[in-house]
């Protein structure tokens, strides 16, 4: 049985918290947030705390918590050689303060209070400084279904900026698109297949074969009537900066495709 102590409340502390819950293999020891009433609703489940001084004895603590409050709230940290984690995508380890054994426990998906997550679909990435410590984050991980990766800080941070890309970015188009739909009284639900079958489609092919759309075909009509049929600057902005990159990418590959073939 591995204890834990978690420390916040916002949407990842509060999914670990039901995932833990879950878990035969889990013993949440105690839950700390600044702010009690965020968590008073779970104190019959949990002995709850909004007291640094009042943290109990655990495997491990982990700090689900703002990037920008990891360091600070290690800092603060009541005790040392005790060891603690944070599950940030890019914030360093080593900015957990030094006096406790450290590492990393980064759920790699997007996460929402109110949205229902599957673990075993989630991959964690994990780091510790003191390899005696990693076995118990890959113990963590696979007692809540999801399958573990060892990774370095780099290699987490890199792949934090390609999620920003996927994920934060993706969603912005989303906004846009449901903002332009809203503009002529369309229902955004009429692209949730189309946004689907997008998202299934690079699972069996890479994102560079699964493009399609005016911008790889240098439909030059189409674009220039859809640039005519935006109302707002920003979204023409970005509508060009990104056909841009689509034309580019796949101008270029093009190229050195035909090139390889004269060369055969």
Known sequence: MISVVLLGAGNVATHLYKAFSNSENISITQWYNRTRASISSYANDVDITDSLDELKEADIYIMAVSDDSIEQLSINLPFTNRF???????????????KNKIGVFYLLQT?????????SEVPICVEVYEKE??????????????????ITTEQRQTLHLAAVFVNNFTNQLYRIGHEICETKNIEFEIL???????????????PFMAQTGPAKRND?????????????EEHEAIYKMLTTSIKKT???????????????
């Open 84 to 98: 603690v984690v944070h599950t940030s995508g890019s914030v360093a380890m080593h900015d957990i303060d030094k």
């Open 133 to 150: 410590n990693l076995q118990l984050l890959i113990d963590l991980a696979k007692a809540v279904g999801c399958k573990p990766h060892k």
């Open 192 to 206: 949730h297949p189309l946004i689907e079958e997008t998202a299934k489609k690079i699972q069996h092919m890479s």
């Open 220 to 232: 030059k009509r189409t674009i220039k009537r859809q640039l005519k049929l935006i109302e707002k």
């Open 111 to 119: 996460f929402s209070k109110d949205a229902e997550i599957d673990f």
């Open 250 to 264: 796949h101008g270029i590959r093009s190229t050195r495709i035909k090139s390889q073939k004269k060369e055969n």
